[in-house]
Structure formats: C-alpha cells, structure tokens
C-alpha cells in the first residue's frame, strides 16, 4: 500500500481496523496526519510489518475505554516498521473511564525511530536510532512493561525515559536514567534507576519494599516535582505519602517533593477535628541510604522520617514550611544508628531536627536553621522502657529566629532511657529564643506525669564554641531533675548577648564544668 496525505490534515488515518481478526498488513508506506495504522476495540491477531510510516501519529491501540462493555484486543504484533517525523511512535491510548475491556500480548520489535517517540505497553524488543524529544520513552499506565535492547537518543546523546506507575521487566538498556519500575528494579542484579522527569507529577501514596529486593543499588532520580493531593484526607491518615521499607542501597536524587499540607495547617489551626497528617518521606528499617539535593515543601507532618535504619546519609536538603505550621518537623531520626545529616537548609513549623529514642552516632554538620524550633533530643520519657540516646554531634551550623536553639527534652515521667555523649561545637546562633536549654521537667499541664520526675539519665553534654544573640534574657536554661540531675555538663567559650549585653544562664540540679564564659549569672556548678 502506498497511502498519503499531507501531515497538517486532520483525522485522515491510514489504516483502521476494528472488530477484525487475522489482518495482515505488510510492505507499505504509510504518511497522513493522524494515525498511520489505528487499532480499534475487538482486533485480535493483527500483523504489521515492514511498515514505512511518516508523517503522522504513529501506529496506535486505540482510543479505547469509551464504552463500558467494549470488546478486548489482543494478539497484535508490529514489527520491522520505521517511523520518521511522527508524532508518536507505537502508543495504546485508553480513556479514563470504566470498561471491561483489555489489550494483552501485544509484541513490538524491531522498530527504528526516527522522531519522537512515546511507547506504551507490553513487549518492546531492539528499537534504536533516535528520538526527536529528550523523553524517549515515556510510560504512564499500568503493568506488564517488557523492555529489551532499546537504545535511542536524544541530540547523539542516550535519551532519557519517564515511569509512572508501571512495572515489568528490562534488559540492555544503554540510556542513563532507564525506566525500570520497582519490581524491575528489584530483580535486577546491576545498579537500576527510575526517572522522574521535569514537570508536576500527582502522586497518592506509595510504598516501595524491599523485602525480596536482590538489587541494592537502586537510584531514584527525580527531575520534577511529586505532588501530594489537594484533599488532606487522601494521604492525611496513611502515617507516610512515600514510603521505603526494609530497602538497602536505595539513593533518592534531587527533585522535589510537595505536600500541600495548607489546608491541614488550617484545619488543625480552626481546632476542628482533623487528620494527624503523613510524613512526606520516610525509610524504615533500611540499610545504606542516600537522599541527595532533595526538596520538601509544605509537608503534612514530618519531612522525612528515617526510624530504625543505619547508615543514612541526608546531604544538600532543602525543606521549607511556613513558621507557623502545625508539627511540620524538618527531619525526625529515631531508633536509627549512623545516620549523617549535612550542608542543608531546614525552616519549618516545629523541629528543624527531631532525635528520638534509640538514636546512636547521629552526625549533623553545616545546617541553617530557621524557622522552627531548633534542634532538639526528646521529647524522651513517654515509655518506661526505652531505648537511649547516645553518640550525637552537632557542629558548624546556625540558628535563626527560632524559638529554641539546641535542646534536651524529657518528660517528667519514669524511664530507663539515657542521654550522653553529646557534642554541641561551632553554633551561631541569630535571636534565638531559647539558644542552648535542657528540660527535663516537661509535662504540659501537669498531666500524665505521676512522680513528676524524670527518669532519663542526662550526662556527658558538651557545649563548646556557641555565640551570637539571645532573644531572651536567660540564654541558657538547665532545668533538671531532682531526681536523676544533669551530670558532667561540659561549657566552654559560650558566648551570647541580649540586648547587646552579656546575656544570662540559669542552672538547676546540674554539675559539671564550664570555662571561657563571660556573660554575668554563669551557670556554675557544684
């Protein structure tokens, strides 16, 4: 067949079949303005070969889905074709409505691109030459994706490739950033990525497992942004928007993560009852993690979240909520060993940095801090059989306007917990309100708190090289507990002012030693 029409005239496709079995088509030039072979509901054994198509929309299944009762395609096969100049490459395209349809076994092969390509489904087997967009190979649908020896380009350069919600199998895959879904990922035995590209992406929650991970070198490069829900209570009850678990070897690469959590903010604001919200993203009980240059805005609750893993490493973050947003912590660590936090800019609602029990040679350099409420170990107590907090530095870093500096809180409550071992070096801190405080007598409201003591041990606290300007009169606060005191509290050159003046300190059931000190009313121990 040789069929033509010019490539700006509207709906002349090629070829149309519908409601057909064992079609051949075979050693044809096809070039129209729209489809070069569409493919319609109840196709079954449909052969194309040896196809030359160009210009025009491709070879395409579809629009399906427009009917509720609509009979499947299958068995379709297109191979040794070359498309040039069109619009799309090989496409199913369905409508987002409610059918009883289907498509299944469908194999491309062999396939030459030369334009752009967007491929959806099933088998793609050696197709190569290049593409005319930066995303080759572009996937938004469902599962089943098979993908072997797809090699195209984008300016002689390996072109990129896009997922959402698909999964499935790929081998011999040349471009950087291939898209291999979770489960591909997974079962692969070399390193793998999945490719968010530029553009706004609206996501539900998600979960990714590794519980029967083989690959422990899987990279998430995001280029765009995922988009939470306008509705709070899509996510608001799930506890996590994204989660990993039990993942080893998993990076999460740029990009950012938005999880429109206003309308939460004024929901909890109004007093009404309301979602507690989700965490944006979280990993647990996962081994060598990276998150690297990545952007959280506007989360629900927590940022990012990293409970009972080890060896994380959290670099180049930027996370921002609204000072006066409700519990929207910048990183929370707990029950979690070896995890370093750095060079990152954190401004929230609450926490930039929340340490929770169970958390052991945590490293935290180079952070600006501001808005929120500083860095803070606690709140520690609420059980009586808890785990300790131990090993934790942090240094070079600078606090500003936020309403505590560097914190120790625990309830005034029975516990078997501990704090110590805990180096606070090289901190700058700009009108803060609180700049260095333990509290170990916290119990709002004097409830739940039976001997009103603190049972968590606190020793070993060392504050040394922190200046800059209180907001308040008493720069630093020990309040202690009668009960289990402070002990081997270590200061030395602390120097802040209020006012312009030598600030003050206040110190109760507390000991240890300080030095270099100049501000007036030291906090000076037994």
Not at 195 to 220: D, E, H, W
Request: charged share 15%; proline share 4%.
């Amino acid at each position: 067949m040789k069929i033509s029409a010019p490539g700006n005239s509207p709906n002349t496709d090629g070829i149309h079949v519908a409601e057909s079995s064992r079609v051949t088509i075979m050693n044809s030039k096809i070039g129209t303005g729209d489809e070069c072979v569409s493919i319609g509901p109840g196709t079954s054994n449909l052969w194309i070969e040896n196809v030359a198509c160009g210009p025009g929309h491709g070879i395409s299944i579809g629009s399906l889905a427009w009917q509720l009762q609509e009979p499947e395609v299958q068995n379709v096969t297109v191979k040794s074709t070359t498309f040039t100049g069109t619009q799309n490459g090989v496409r199913v395209k369905t409508w987002a409505r409610p059918s009883k349809g289907f498509v299944k076994y469908v194999l491309f092969q062999h396939l030459v691109m030369v334009s752009g390509v967007k491929i959806r489904h099933i088998t793609y087997h050696d197709i190569h030459r290049s593409s005319a967009t930066k995303i080759a190979m572009k996937f938004d649908c469902s599962s089943d994706i098979n993908l072997k020896d797809v090699k195209l380009t984008y300016n002689n350069e390996p072109a990129h490739s896009s997922c959402i919600n698909a999964n499935g199998k790929a081998s011999g895959l040349v471009q950087p950033n291939n898209c291999l879904a979770w489960t591909s990922a997974c079962a692969s035995t070399q390193a793998a990525t999945i490719y968010v590209p530029p553009g706004r992406f609206l996501l539900r929650t998600a979960t990714f497992s590794g519980q029967s991970c083989k690959n422990q070198a899987i990279n998430m490069r995001i280029d765009g942004t995922l988009v939470a829900p306008s509705n709070y209570n899509v996510i608001g009850n799930s506890g996590t928007w994204i989660k990993f678990e039990r993942v080893t070897g998993v990076s999460v690469i740029g990009g950012t993560l938005d999880g429109r959590g206003a309308n939460l903010w004024a929901c909890k604001n109004s007093g009404k009852s309301c979602p507690n919200g989700a965490t944006t993203l979280a990993f647990y009980n996962s081994k060598n993690i990276i998150i690297n240059g990545l952007s959280s805005i506007n989360s629900q609750k927590f940022h990012i979240q990293v409970y009972g893993s080890q060896n994380a490493k959290l670099v180049g973050m930027k996370i921002s909520a609204p000072g006066n947003s409700p519990n929207t912590g910048g990183i929370h660590v707990a029950e979690s060993s070896r995890v370093t936090i750095m060079n990152s800019k954190i401004g929230t609602g609450d926490d930039c940095v929340s340490i929770g029990p169970g958390t052991s040679n945590l490293w935290i350099e180079n952070v600006a801090c501001g808005p929120g409420h500083g860095i803070s170990i606690g709140s520690l107590a609420w059980q009586l059989q808890e785990p300790g907090v131990q090993n934790v530095t942090v240094k070079s870093t600078t606090f500003t306007g936020t309403q505590n500096g560097v914190r120790v809180k625990t309830w005034a409550r029975p516990s078997k917990g501990f704090v110590k071992y805990v180096l606070f070096q090289h901190l700058a801190m700009v009108n803060v309100r609180n700049p260095i405080i333990i509290d170990q007598n916290y119990c709002p409201h004097h409830r739940n708190c039976p001997n009103q003591v603190s049972g968590v041990k606190i020793s070993h606290i060392t504050y040394h090289d922190i200046h800059g300007s209180s907001a308040t009169k008493i720069a630093m606060k020990f309040d202690c507990s009668k009960g289990n005191p402070c002990s081997d509290i270590n200061l030395k050159d602390v120097k802040l002012t209020y006012n312009n003046e030598l600030a003050r300190s206040s110190c109760i059931y507390a000991n240890g030693k300080a030095s270099g000190l100049v501000q007036p009313n030291n906090c000076l121990y037994n």
